[in-house]
């Protein structure tokens, strides 16, 4: 976790102790989810490849992921709430292995003009999600705004070939918006259904490990996830 979602957290818990917030409950439960990934992202070489392969690639996956949360609810403002959640596990950006096929006319150490065909595989997955989010009540009833930072690590689990490069990792951070409603169902379990949006910084890598005549290849690419989670939790 990055300082600047330490400090979002700390910023939050001073303002809401600091109030006649204080009084109230602590939640903790784990919630499932259905939710889409999308990316889109393109990919530039620093040298002429004259291949004809689409470089441009928007994809998208579905999937099912749990995660636990950990929550303190005041009695201020009718039940605002502070969180804390975690998703273990990775999930695939697009639903298949993607594929490209570059011809490269030069190689490092050979004098002699070339045309060797190199293919790339990749399928980015996304692992290690936390966020921190405020929930508002709205309404004087159960429905609900929500709010929030997120962090996410992207592994690019690119196979390269030949003496091409390739891209290592990445961390993004987010922002995430919801809404949704919540009750309780007695002997201190709550419940709550909501939709949550999240949008990611965009990704930029650059190949290293090219061979001097390859050049390099660099990516920038925007992820966003949408989710419908139902959680449930003990409140104490």
């Known amino acids: 976790m990055n300082n600047k979602l ?54 998208s996956n579905n999937v099912f992921i749990g995660s636990v949360f950990a929550e303190y609810e005041s009695d201020y403002l009718g039940g605002l709430t502070l969180g804390f959640e975690y998703i273990p596990g990775s999930a695939d950006v697009s639903d298949e292995v993607q594929t490209r096929t570059d011809t490269e006319k030069s190689v490092s150490g050979d004098a002699t003009q070339n045309a060797d065909e190199r293919q790339f595989k990749a399928n980015a997955e996304i692992e290690n999600y936390h966020s921190v989010y405020v929930e508002l009540p709205v309404g004087g009833g159960p429905f609900f705004v929500r709010g929030g930072m997120a962090q996410i690590d992207v592994n690019t689990n690119e196979v390269k070939s030949s003496n091409g490069g390739s891209y290592g990792n990445a961390t993004l951070d987010g922002y995430n918006i919801g809404l949704g409603l919540k009750g309780t169902m007695g002997n201190g379990l709550g419940v709550k259904f909501y939709y949550e949006q999240t949008d990611f910084d965009t990704l930029s890598l650059t190949s290293t490990g090219n061979s001097a005549d390859s050049g390099t290849n660099s990516i920038s690419a925007d992820l966003d996830v949408q989710a419908v989670k139902l959680a449930v939790s003990y409140k104490f």
């Not at 939050?12 to 889409?36: K, Q, Y």
Request: proline fraction near 2%; glycine fraction near 8%.
């Open 6 to 59: 330490l400090s979002v957290i700390a910023f939050l818990a001073v303002a809401l102790f600091s109030t006649n917030a204080f009084s109230g409950s602590f939640n903790i439960g784990a919630a499932g989810a259905i939710a889409n990934v999308e990316a889109s992202g393109t990919e530039t070489p620093s040298l002429d490849t004259s291949d004809s392969s689409d470089r441009s690639k928007e994809v």
